[in-house]
C-alpha cells in the first residue's frame, strides 16, 4: 500500500467479520515466513485480485500487532502501527497512568494514537474524551475502543488546537496527554517540537491536574514547574511523566511491572563517602530510572552502598545487597587497574565463556571492540565491569548474583 490515503480506505472496508476471514490466510503466511517481501508475494499470489487490498491491509496489521502483542498481554488482537506501536505504554504503565485520576473524573486525553492508554483510562474513569490528530489511528482507535467493549469514550479526529477552539479544557476533571514525539518519521529532540508542543499544554487550564507523557532523556528546563516522574519497566527507563496539580506524594520513579515507588530526591548538600576496600565485595549498577531522577545517592544509601566514583553510577557494598528490582548486583571475583594483558589472562584463568557480559561506564573503549581481542572459550558465565575511579580505569571481573 503506497500510503495512509490508500491504507485508510482498505480500512474502511476491513471489518472485524471481513479480518475474521481473511485472518486465517494471513497468519499462515506469517509463520511460513518472516521475510516482510516474501509475505507481501505470498499474499499476492494466492488471494483474488479483488480482495488484494483487504488481504495487505489485514497483513499490515498483522505484522504490526506481531511486532507489539508482548506489551499487551492478555488483550485481543488491536489494530496498529509499527510507529504507534513504539510510542505506545506498555500495559503496565497505562494502568498506572490511569491510576493517577479518580473513577468519578472526565478526563480529556491529548494524542491518544491506538488506544492502549485510552482504554485503560476508559475502565478507570467515568468518561474520556479522546483527541487524536492522525486519521488512520483515529480509524484504529475507534475499532480498538469497541473490540474491547469501551463505551464511555468519545473520539475526536483533529489536532489538539483545532479540537480545542470547541473543547474547554477547564470544564474537564483531568488531562492526559501522550503528544507525538516524531516529526516524518525521525524522534524530535526537544519537547518544544512534541506535536502539540509542551508550551501548548504548559497553558492549558492551570486549575486542572495534567500528566504529560514525555522521552525521559528530554528535559522541560530548570524553570520548569511541571512535577517528573520517571517510569522504570523491567530494566529500562522509558518514560518521563510531567504532571501538576497532583499530590505532593506523586513518586519520583515509579517501577510500574512491580508496583514500587521510589520517592527519594538526592540531597545536594551532602558529599557522599566513596568506596575504599573495592577489590572484594559486590557492585551495584542502580536501575536506569534512578539515574535518570538523580536519586542514586538516596538509594545507595538505602543499601549502604558506596560510590566509587562520584561522577559513575556503580556502588559498591562490603556485603551483599537484598535483591531488588531498583538494582542488578555483581559478586567481584577480582578487581584491578585496567591492563588488556592482565584482563585477558584473568578471564582465561577464570575460564570466562562465550556467554559473559561486558559493560562499562566512564570507559573509552566499546564493550563489543573488547570482546573481539578476549579469549572467552571457557564455560562460565562471567561479567567484566569496566570503569573510571577518579582519572584510572579500572577492571572488575564479576559474576551476577540472582536476579530480583
Request: hydrophobic residues 40%; charged residues 25%.
Amino acid at each position: 500500500m503506497k500510503n495512509d490515503d490508500d491504507f485508510l480506505d482498505a480500512l474502511g472496508t476491513l471489518s472485524l467479520e471481513r479480518y475474521e476471514h481473511v485472518l486465517p490466510t494471513v497468519l499462515s503466511v506469517c509463520r511460513s515466513t518472516p521475510d516482510p517481501l516474501k509475505r507481501v508475494e505470498v499474499i499476492r499470489g494466492s488471494c483474488p485480485e479483488d480482495a488484494r487490498p483487504l488481504y495487505l491491509a489485514a497483513l499490515r496489521l498483522a505484522v504490526a500487532w506481531e511486532n507489539g502483542a508482548s506489551k499487551y498481554p492478555g488483550y485481543p488482537f488491536l489494530w496498529t502501527t509499527r510507529e504507534s506501536t513504539e510510542q505506545a505504554s506498555s500495559l503496565a504503565a497505562a494502568h498506572w497512568h490511569a491510576s493517577l485520576f479518580h473513577p468519578d473524573d472526565h478526563i480529556l486525553e491529548i494524542g491518544a494514537g491506538t488506544g492502549i492508554d485510552t482504554i485503560a483510562l476508559s475502565r478507570r474513569v467515568k468518561h474520556v474524551i479522546a483527541i487524536e490528530r492522525d486519521p488512520v489511528l483515529s480509524f484504529m482507535l475507534t475499532r480498538n475502543l469497541a473490540a474491547t467493549g469501551c463505551t464511555n469514550v468519545d473520539v475526536v479526529t483533529a489536532t489538539a488546537e483545532e479540537a480545542l477552539t470547541s473543547l474547554d479544557p477547564d470544564c474537564f476533571d483531568g488531562i492526559w496527554a501522550d503528544p507525538s514525539r516524531r516529526n516524518r518519521g525521525m524522534r524530535v529532540r526537544r519537547m518544544s517540537a512534541y506535536s502539540p508542543p509542551l508550551e501548548f499544554l504548559t497553558a492549558l487550564a492551570p486549575h486542572v491536574k495534567i500528566a504529560v507523557k514525555t522521552s525521559p532523556v528530554h528535559d522541560p528546563g530548570v524553570n520548569s514547574l511541571w512535577g517528573r516522574t520517571f517510569v522504570a519497566t523491567r530494566t529500562e527507563c522509558t518514560e518521563q511523566i510531567l504532571h501538576r496539580g497532583f499530590p505532593p506524594s506523586m513518586p519520583v520513579v515509579m517501577h510500574v511491572d512491580r508496583s514500587l515507588a521510589w520517592t527519594e530526591r538526592d540531597s545536594k548538600e551532602t558529599p557522599r563517602p566513596l568506596a575504599t576496600d573495592w577489590s572484594a565485595g559486590y557492585l551495584v549498577e542502580p536501575h536506569p530510572a534512578l539515574i535518570r531522577a538523580h536519586a542514586v545517592a538516596s538509594y545507595f544509601d538505602s543499601i549502604r552502598a558506596r560510590f566509587l566514583d562520584r561522577q559513575i553510577a556503580y556502588g559498591h557494598c562490603l556485603e551483599q545487597p537484598p535483591v531488588s528490582a531498583w538494582h542488578q548486583s555483581f559478586h567481584i571475583l577480582e578487581a584491578f587497574v585496567f591492563r588488556e594483558r592482565q584482563l585477558k589472562e584473568r578471564a582465561a584463568a577464570l575460564e570466562f565463556g562465550p556467554g559473559t557480559e561486558i559493560k562499562k561506564r566512564g570507559f573509552p573503549v566499546e564493550p563489543e571492540d573488547l570482546r573481539a581481542s578476549l579469549p572467552l572459550e571457557g564455560n562460565r558465565r562471567g561479567v567484566i565491569i569496566l570503569t573510571r575511579m577518579g582519572a584510572t580505569h579500572h577492571v572488575f571481573l564479576c559474576e551476577r548474583t540472582r536476579r530480583s
